[in-house]
């Protein structure tokens, strides 16, 4: 069975979500990231896996439920945080994913390797969402270029170049804008993550102004 990976950051205002400010503020931001990590850590534990792991930069909170190993983030770039989340996780398949997809569902976290060696999940941005390896190898990552609209393409050559059978998971949005947050709330309009954003959208009472 596979263990489950997930990176993430400490919901903290001024260090999540900060391309959200504006038009939110850094304590809306940090909400609506919560929000987003509750949500996909929700959809991690309803899905088969041998262990599920939040590699984590920060504190964990009351968002974590139970049956999670909580680890720290290496120091350094995302490639290498990646690669150590992997080199972390010793023996048998692995897919990680991050915090910035609250529509992820736990069909999608339910992949097999029988067929393949890596999965490999596109993200709309040019990233990715979602990588899964069969044999767990930090050197597939350290290296490819991140945060970048080619990401995505770079991270999937490299495996391709490694000589890997790669399946593909759908595209999905990475909650990085405003723009963004609007079209995923919509994707998952029943999650912690749609009912923050209304929330925060929802007009002020003219008595509390």
């Keep these: 069975m596979t263990t489950l990976l997930v ?5 903290l205002p001024g260090r ?18 919560e929000a987003a990590l509750a949500d996909t850590l929700d959809a991690v534990a309803a899905a088969p896996a041998a262990r599920r792991v939040l590699v984590l930069d920060g ?9 999670f190993e909580v680890v720290r983030q290496c120091a350094g770039g995302l490639d290498e ?9 010793a023996g ?26 890596a999965w490999f999940g596109p993200a709309a941005d040019g990233g990715f969402w979602a990588l899964g390896l069969a044999t767990p190898d930090p050197a597939l990552l350290r290296g490819v270029p991140m945060s970048t609209a080619h ?24 909650v990085d804008t405003a723009t963004d947050a609007e079209e995923v709330a919509a994707l998952a309009p029943d999650g912690r993550f749609a009912a923050r954003l209304a929330a925060l959208a929802a007009p002020v009472p003219a008595g509390r102004r």
């Design 92 to 117: 048998g398949p692995a897919l990680l994913i991050g915090m910035d997809t609250p529509q992820v569902t736990p069909e999608l976290l339910t992949v097999g390797f029988a067929d393949c060696d």
């Design 81 to 89: 945080r990646l690669a150590h989340a992997f080199a972390r996780h």
């Design 59 to 67: 504190e964990p909170g009351p968002w974590l439920p139970p049956g």
């Design 16 to 33: 999540v979500k900060t391309r959200l400010t504006p038009p939110f503020s850094p304590v809306e931001a940090a909400a609506l990231a």
């Design 7 to 11: 990176i993430a950051k400490e919901p």
């Design 151 to 174: 990401t995505g393409a770079a991270q999937r050559e490299r495996l391709t170049a490694a000589g890997l059978r790669v399946r593909e998971l759908p595209c999905l949005r990475d």
